[in-house]
């Protein structure tokens, strides 16, 4: 399915899905789900050593592993896996895990309603109030810490999640329909969160991110007495990946604010020490897609790419020790 990518503001989240997994195809079915969750971890992880270090290219780069990475980690999910990953076989599309969470509604704010009034469904005013903006989560975020020391905060929680979900489900002819919509989508609701926060902050909340995506793979993985059902851990799976990819659109938000800045300022910078740049302001070229187009699409083809091989059909030779094992038997 990798088609030419030939405009911005077309393809949507899933597609980009299954454009990672047909590039990488001859090497996606032998890889596991854990393979791919420490790619996430590790590309995660540059991205915060890139911010440390306040490396701009670097920050771009490691944005674009990171995604294309959740990327393939969310297509692995949805293959038919047998024996040990069978377990993993999640066949919710990405758009659906991020609506799941994020139905243009912050998850928090949601659960502040809910658990304010004890269990109450929001009324549809309450929901209209919180369409398309977080709005309590700036003020009331150490309250909502606090009460998870409260005796029902989890089950009220747990609750909400489920409200909220059934929410989505109601509204899913609202899903962002592309890529760029779908980050519009996070960049609108969070916006003055990201506004207060530092580019620091919100590395080290997608690294937060991440490692609780693999500790939701170790979840599965992993048998406890009086443990949930299978279908829960599941969807905590779907949840964590949906929110590495609501941080990384904050990051995407920052960034542009950044480049704003850049564009009101930069006539009164130095000159000659600065690239040439089109008459285009920076901020409007500071986004998801085209960050993964940088790194990935090929300029000649206008396919997306093999980083290594540069390849839209990659054929980078890889052996896994897994493989070795089985080989010796």
């Known amino acids: 399915m990798n088609e030419t990518m030939d405009k911005l503001g ?3 989240v899933d597609e980009y899905v299954d454009i990672v997994r047909d590039v990488w195809i001859h090497v996606h079915s032998r890889r596991t789900v854990d393979d791919y969750a420490l790619h996430v971890l590790d590309h ?4 915060g050593e890139a911010i440390r270090r306040d490396d701009a290219d670097l920050i771009l780069k490691e944005t674009a592993e990171t995604a294309n990475w959740l990327f393939g980690f969310v297509a692995k999910l949805r293959d038919v896996k047998t024996g040990l990953e069978d377990r993993f076989n999640i066949s919710v599309e990405f758009s659906h895990m991020i609506w799941h969470k994020y139905p243009n509604i912050c ?5 502040r309603l ?21 709005k309590y989560c700036l003020a009331d975020y150490p309250k909502v810490e606090k009460r998870a ?36 989508m996070f960049h609108s609701i969070y916006q003055s969160n ?27 993985y992993t048998d406890k007495a009086n443990d949930r059902k299978l279908e829960d851990k599941q969807y905590d799976l779907c949840d964590e990946a949906a929110e590495v990819f609501a ?12 480049a704003r800045s850049f564009d009101k300022y930069g006539s009164r910078l130095v000159s000659y020490v600065l690239p040439a740049r089109s008459s285009e302001q920076l901020a409007d070229l500071v986004g998801l897609e085209q960050i993964l187009w940088v790194n990935y699409r090929n300029e000649k083809t206008k396919r997306y790419q093999c980083d290594y091989c540069r390849l839209s059909s990659c054929e980078c030779k890889l052996e896994f020790s897994w493989e ?6």
């Open 107 to 111: 998850p928090h704010c949601f659960q």
């Open 194 to 220: 990201t506004a207060l926060s530092t580019l620091e902050s919100i590395g080290f909340h997608i690294l937060e991110e991440t490692g609780e995506m693999g500790r939701a793979v170790i979840d599965i």
């Open 247 to 258: 941080w990384l659109c904050s990051l995407t938000s920052k960034i542009r604010d950044q």
């Open 44 to 47: 995660a992880s540059k991205l």
């Open 114 to 134: 809910f658990i304010s009034s004890g269990g109450q469904k929001p009324t549809k005013n309450a929901l209209k109030g919180l369409k398309g903006k977080c």
């Open 149 to 184: 020391t409260e005796g029902k905060y989890e089950e009220l929680k747990q609750s909400s999640d489920r409200e909220l979900r059934n929410y989505a489900q109601e509204n899913l002819g609202e899903i962002p329909k592309t890529l760029k919509e779908m980050e519009a």
């Open 324 to 329: 070795k094992k089985n080989k010796l038997h």
């Open 10 to 12: 077309v393809l949507s």
